[in-house]
């Protein structure tokens, strides 16, 4: 374990459903924060499909997403509201990201491992799920070759949006099977806390957010020095 191995000045975290970057990294991001990065996170789907008899489960999840982004401390969020369940790596998700990329301009990106068809946690398989792999997809192939080259979505260079190209320095990938940097969240693990109790109909759904956070810490860490699990990949 080790604590963050690099700070950048801007991230840009992309999670396929509200509760994914707090449930994944949201004490690498506590971290990050501490460290006066700025954190933008962009969610890519309504999260429609999570929770039981919501009503308009859009309408409460993004509520829960506000909250849970207030009580990390980013003021920078967006939904981008594709749906739940249906997310694929192809457009309009990629454009969607791009933008992101270009606006925000991060020096390191967290996102989805689009490799995770499962994962084992203490000898049980917790499967993957096809919106995470599409959401990493997605944000993997928006990072190369689409964000740094002015030769794809060349209307968001110009215009009224006057984006620029970007290329970030890393990616950290979460919800993986195979990490190489496991960050001891100790320092942060009472914000992810907060950060996912404020997804509270997903508490009854998945049998409570915070506890398996804290199963999965101790699994990548230990029960006393929790961590998130990330693969890093240094472009440049
Ligand atoms: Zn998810």
């Given at each position: 374990?080790?604590?963050?191995?690099?700070?950048?000045?801007?991230?840009?975290?992309?999670?396929?459903?509200?509760?994914?970057?707090?449930?994944?990294?949201?004490?690498?991001?506590?971290?990050?924060?501490?460290?006066?990065?700025?954190?933008?996170l962009?969610?890519?789907?309504?999260?429609?499909?999570?929770?039981?008899?919501?009503?308009?489960?859009?309408?409460?999840?993004?509520?829960?997403?506000?909250?849970?982004?207030?009580?990390?401390?980013?003021?920078?969020w967006?939904?981008?509201?594709?749906?739940?369940?249906?997310?694929?790596?192809?457009?309009?998700?990629?454009s969607?990201?791009?933008?992101?990329?270009?606006?925000?301009?991060?020096?390191?990106?967290?996102?989805?491992?689009?490799?995770?068809?499962?994962?084992?946690?203490?000898?049980?398989?917790?499967?993957?799920?096809?919106?995470?792999?599409?959401?990493?997809?997605?944000?993997?192939?928006?990072?190369?070759?689409?964000?740094?080259?002015?030769?794809?979505?060349?209307?968001q260079?110009?215009?009224?949006?006057?984006?620029?190209?970007?290329y970030?320095?890393?990616?950290?990938?979460?919800?993986?099977?195979?990490?190489?940097?496991?960050?001891?969240?100790?320092?942060?693990?009472?914000?992810k806390?907060?950060?996912?109790?404020?997804?509270?109909?997903?508490?009854?759904?998945?049998?409570?957010?915070?506890?398996?956070?804290?199963?999965?810490?101790?699994?990548?860490?230990?029960?006393?020095?929790?961590?998130?699990?990330?693969?890093?990949?240094?472009?440049?």
């Amino acid at each position: 374990m080790t604590n963050l191995p690099f700070v950048p000045r801007r991230v840009l975290a992309i999670g396929a459903h509200p509760d994914d970057v707090e449930f994944f990294a949201a004490a690498t991001v506590a971290q990050l924060l501490d460290a006066a990065a700025q954190v933008a996170l962009v969610v890519c789907s309504d999260g429609a499909r999570g929770g039981r008899n919501l009503g308009d489960p859009a309408a409460v999840r993004r509520g829960e997403q506000a909250r849970a982004a207030a009580a990390l401390g980013i003021d920078d969020w967006l939904w981008l509201a594709h749906p739940d369940g249906a997310l694929a790596a192809g457009d309009p998700l990629r454009s969607d990201l791009v933008r992101s990329v270009r606006r925000v301009r991060p020096e390191l990106v967290l996102a989805h491992d689009p490799r995770t068809l499962w994962t084992i946690i203490a000898g049980i398989a917790q499967p993957g799920h096809s919106d995470h792999r599409a959401a990493g997809q997605a944000t993997l192939d928006a990072i190369y070759p689409r964000s740094p080259s002015p030769n794809f979505y060349a209307e968001q260079l110009g215009g009224d949006e006057a984006l620029q190209s970007w290329y970030p320095r890393e990616v950290w990938l979460f919800d993986t099977a195979q990490p190489d940097l496991c960050i001891d969240v100790a320092d942060g693990f009472e914000r992810k806390k907060a950060s996912l109790l404020a997804h509270a109909s997903q508490e009854e759904a998945v049998g409570g957010l915070a506890a398996a956070a804290r199963a999965m810490g101790a699994h990548w860490g230990s029960e006393q020095r929790p961590a998130e699990a990330f693969v890093r990949l240094r472009l440049y």
